[in-house]
């Protein structure tokens, strides 16, 4: 499928804020900045040869399970094309995210938590109550567990 010494994978950051999450369910524009892991294509029919469809680190991991059409497994996150260029944070959540560890909380982090701090007037008492906690985006609960 792939020969020359190329990579089948690459992470780096978002250059521009342009390019957009290959996992169907997602879609998501991946934000200038924010790392993103990079799956060679190539394309028979296509004259540009090869190129990058780019992923959340987390989107890329749930397309590994899919029945028909499956990316191949990342079976160490240091095997990754510009590992070692990243910060030491982010080589973490990588590590994390590819060796079966937990999530990664980069993707949508605020959108997954957020403070809830809401003034409610009982009826019955005719108090008002204070209601705080986290409380949590439904859509992306959804997302991450597939």
Known sequence: M??????????????????????????ETIPEGMMRVGKTLYEEN?????????????????TFWYRKNGNKKIKRASEIKGYRSLDPGDRDELDRVFNNKGKSASKGDSKKKSVLNVTVKCTGAGQPVIVTGDTYDIRAQLKDAG
Not at 13 to 18: D, F, I, P, V
Not at 46 to 62: A, F, Q, S
């Open 46 to 62: 296509d004259h540009w040869g090869k190129h990058l469809g780019w992923y959340h680190p987390e989107c890329l991991r749930k």
């Open 2 to 27: 792939w020969n020359d010494g190329d990579y089948y994978y690459e992470v780096d950051y978002a250059k521009t804020g342009r390019s957009k999450c290959r996992e169907f369910r997602c879609k």
